[in-house]
């Protein structure tokens, strides 16, 4: 059984891969949703300021305060803008996440497939060595039987 050993360590190793690379996975698709929400939470705070903007310019506002919207609504627009970038930025390490979890997953199903193939093999090479082991013993006892008589 010495030649499972190294397989039975890389498989062991493969497994450690795998599961730092779905932790990893997890907090990246974690970040991804907090970068998304936030991006939705600054787009409806700037819908709410726009109509808040309508409503006072309905009922009738000074220029100094139209500007002071207008100039607060640009800056929503840049944070928006910056957490859109963010967002993708996100959905990008978030591929290659996936797509180095899915690596590790098949790396790890490939040392499985051997390491099964190997015991598929000692198991023939196991009945052989029980078939060879009856048919000697048959024989012996066939000889004693006809020695007998």
Not at 70 to 75: A, D, E, N, P
């Amino acid at each position: 059984m010495p030649s499972q050993l190294p397989l039975d360590t890389l498989i062991g190793l493969a497994k450690e891969s795998s599961d730092e690379a779905a932790r990893v996975l997890g907090r990246l698709n974690a970040e991804r949703n907090h970068a998304e929400q936030q991006l939705s939470m600054l787009q409806d705070y700037r819908q709410d300021y726009l109509e808040r903007l309508q409503a006072a310019m309905q009922s009738g506002m000074s220029a100094a305060d139209c500007h002071n919207y207008q100039r607060f609504i640009g800056t929503l627009d840049d944070a928006i803008g910056q957490q859109t970038a963010v967002l993708r930025q996100a959905d990008t390490h978030l591929t290659h996440g996936r797509t180095h979890w899915q690596q590790q997953q098949r790396r790890l199903n490939s040392f499985d497939a051997l390491a099964e193939r190997e015991r598929r093999a000692l198991a023939v090479q196991e009945a052989r060595r029980e078939q060879r082991a009856s048919d000697e013993f048959a024989s012996r006892m066939a000889c004693r039987q006809a020695e007998a008589y």
